[in-house]
């Protein structure tokens, strides 16, 4: 059985009877399996880059560290940011879990702490507490390192 409608000029059948089409998943963050695997693997690179580039950093030229926050590249603290978070959240298990309950996340945000202080560091420009700073976020990165399976690059 046909119904027309007429919106606005226009007709439009449709049918009076439906016939429902399946539903298919969208393959999101919570399809898990492949989709995680993928994920590790898309964001293992900027890691690897913007960590290599952070370890590279020497602490007491502020010239440099200044360099590293100010880039928007691959390597910098901005790409680094972003891809270092989704790596850790990448390692869900269970798509009910939280994220900010993940070890990853956890360890993740506690580097992005140590890195809140050395900006605020360098903003005062004090070379000593850069230093500081510089140094407890790089252990802090360390135990990242661990939790998201990048240990060749964990002293």
Request: overall charge positive.
């Amino acid at each position: 059985m046909w119904a027309c409608s007429c919106i606005f000029g226009i007709s439009i059948a449709t049918s009076a009877t439906t016939t429902p089409t399946p539903a298919f998943a969208s393959g999101g963050a919570t399809a898990g399996g492949a989709y995680l695997l993928s994920a590790k693997q898309r964001y293992n690179k900027r890691v690897l880059s913007g960590v290599n580039s952070f370890l590279g950093l020497d602490a007491r030229d502020v010239n440099q560290v200044a360099a590293f926050f100010a880039s928007p590249d691959e390597g910098a603290w901005e790409d680094l940011s972003a891809a270092g978070y989704l790596l850790a959240n990448a390692f869900r298990t269970s798509s009910t879990k939280a994220p900010d309950n993940l070890p990853s996340v956890k360890k993740w945000k506690a580097f992005s702490r140590d890195i809140d202080l050395l900006k605020q560091s360098l903003a005062k420009k004090d070379g000593e507490k850069i230093f500081a700073a510089y140094k407890s976020a790089k252990e802090k990165l360390y135990a990242y390192l661990v939790e998201v399976e990048l240990t060749s690059l964990a002293p």
